[in-house]
């Protein structure tokens, strides 16, 4: 077996990934999530797209100034206000890396440009060269570097390395490529490239074809020495390449790749977690590496396989991506330790005040539920500590509901301590009658953009986890809330949103992408 390559691991979560609908954040979220990705080992954060917009600017800024240990990038268009914008954005960082990119096949060339081959050679050299002028680290990227003629791509490549670009990353930005095409481009560029090893060649898939992992794999096989993808694959339409698998198929399939990360493999569920919970864009069950049923046997034949030998039906540890091989931990006779060992295994490290409200909190949940499973924990974990100070606390409600009739909802919440209630007869159902009550007591009213229900583990009594994604006078905010009582947790979701409208909680950014 060759000898094994290191490859470095892009995130472009808070870039990319942030383009998905729906998964706009706010700064103190992206800085959560950037440090996140720093426990994770992640060579590279792209952080953002600092011309895109004043919150997208501020949110590079912060980040590449309080990062340390991972280099931060920020995106430009080759244009000397996109490189200035990005290098002031970029420029306190420990390890800063500007990216500039500019799209290089002929239907973006003639339909999105109107540009020549020659005038696109001599704009990506002039942005490479302005970025080098500020920054010792500069990527380029062709975009839609898939459907470009490869004899124009090595043109573009081999100019750009000699005008400083340290590193190039091949795009396939519609998710059009397929493996072997794109094992193909980057061998290509491998071996005709003069000066090709004066730079790293990277890959950024798009998952269009479901195809952006296997890509992005096709492409470290062909020499490429970085792969660009984000947390739970999410990024614009289809998503990325999703950061979670790629690294795994490296790690498992080590005798095939002979390739090693920087990755600490046991920090992927903990970070998808809370990508998952901040963005409100949930994994699904099936997902590999992270999902809840990736490591979950339900067959009997297998069941009894797994009994006998692990390895006969699993090909990973849980324990390597973070989870726990124990599924039924705690219940309601588990002390205050067994608790504080169990959030430290799942990656919450707790202060002692947190540890004692979250026991309440579970001990209040053990009364309800028998068995309390990672999930839970983790789920009470995120609900309490994601949150910011609450100025309405739900306390109970009393509902009477016929159907085809509108309920009577009766409800009792805390503001800022005092108790406060209010009775509706109103609503097409007992969700709507308690959000109809909560925005009567609140005064505030708001339009539902997004409602979601999930089971947070299995069995009749899981708990319910609820998100919502409210709008008020222009501001956005996302709410969850988590219970044995689905109407109970919707309530708190709703609440929680209501409380970060209240509070004037830093608004969801919407950027306007160029
Ligand atoms: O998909 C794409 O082409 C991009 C580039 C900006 C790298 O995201
Ligand atoms: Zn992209």
């Known amino acids: 077996m060759s000898p094994s390559r290191t490859i470095r691991i892009f995130d472009t979560t808070l870039r990319d990934g942030e383009q998905s609908p729906g998964a706009s954040m706010n700064l103190t979220e992206k800085m959560e999530v950037a ?168 890959v950024h898939c798009h998952d269009d074809l479901g195809l952006a992992v296997a890509n992005s794999l096709a492409a470290v096989e062909a020499g490429a020495g970085q792969v660009e993808c984000t947390i739970n694959g999410i990024g614009e339409r289809a998503g990325n390449c999703s950061l979670e698998e790629v690294v795994m198929a490296l790690r498992t399939r080590r005798d095939h790749y002979a390739c090693d990360t920087r990755i600490v493999t046991q920090r992927l569920v903990p970070t998808s977690r809370l990508v998952a919970n901040i963005t409100g864009i949930q994994v699904p069950r099936n997902k590999a590496i992270v999902g809840r049923n990736a490591f979950a046997h339900e067959a009997g034949i297998h069941q009894d396989g797994m009994l006998k030998e692990r390895r006969t039906y699993e090909i990973m540890r849980p324990e390597d991506v973070g989870l726990e091989r124990t599924d039924l931990v705690l219940g309601k006779h588990s002390g205050r330790a067994a608790l504080a060992d169990r959030a430290k295994a799942l990656g919450y490290a707790l202060t002692p005040e947190q540890l004692q409200s979250l026991f309440e909190r579970f001990k209040t949940l053990a009364d309800r539920k028998k068995e309390i499973y990672d999930g839970d924990i983790a789920a009470l974990c995120e609900s309490q500590f994601a949150e910011l100070p609450e100025q309405f606390t739900f306390e109970r409600y009393v509902l009477s509901s016929t159907s085809g009739a509108a309920p009577t909802v009766e409800l009792q919440v805390r503001q800022s301590g005092a108790p406060q209630s209010v009775t509706v007869t109103a609503g097409d159902g007992p969700i709507d009658g308690i959000f109809l009550a909560i925005e009567k007591l609140t005064g505030i009213t708001t339009v539902c953009r997004d409602f979601r229900v999930q089971a947070v583990t299995v069995g009749k009594d899981a708990q319910a986890e609820v998100t919502v994604e409210l709008e008020h006078a222009g501001q956005v905010q996302r709410g969850r809330g988590v219970s044995t009582d689905s109407l109970e947790a919707s309530a708190k979701a709703f609440l929680a949103a209501i409380n970060r409208l209240a509070l004037g909680a830093p608004p969801r950014l919407h950027p306007q992408r160029p």
């Not at 059009?176 to 000066?195: D, F, N, W």
């Open 35 to 202: 440090q996140a990705l720093v426990q994770l080992g992640v060579d590279v954060i792209e952080a953002g797209f600092p011309i895109a917009s004043p919150g997208d600017f501020e949110s590079v800024r912060e980040i590449a100034t309080a990062v340390r240990g991972a280099t931060v990038c920020g995106l430009a268009r080759c244009s000397d206000a996109d490189i200035d914008r990005a290098w002031e954005a970029l420029r306190h960082a420990e390890r800063p890396r500007i990216h500039v990119f500019l799209a290089t096949s002929a239907i973006h060339r003639e339909f999105k440009l109107r540009m020549t081959e020659d005038e696109i050679v001599a704009r990506a050299v002039a942005g490479v060269k302005r970025a080098r002028s500020v920054c010792g680290d500069v990527e380029f990227s062709p975009e839609d570097a898939a459907r470009t003629e490869i004899d124009f791509l090595c043109r573009v490549v081999e100019a750009v390395i000699d005008a400083g670009a340290t590193t190039v990353n091949i795009p396939d930005t519609v998710g059009y490529a397929t493996p072997l095409q794109m094992h193909h481009v980057i061998k290509s560029l491998v071996e005709r490239v003069r000066g090709v090893e004066r730079a790293v060649i990277s």
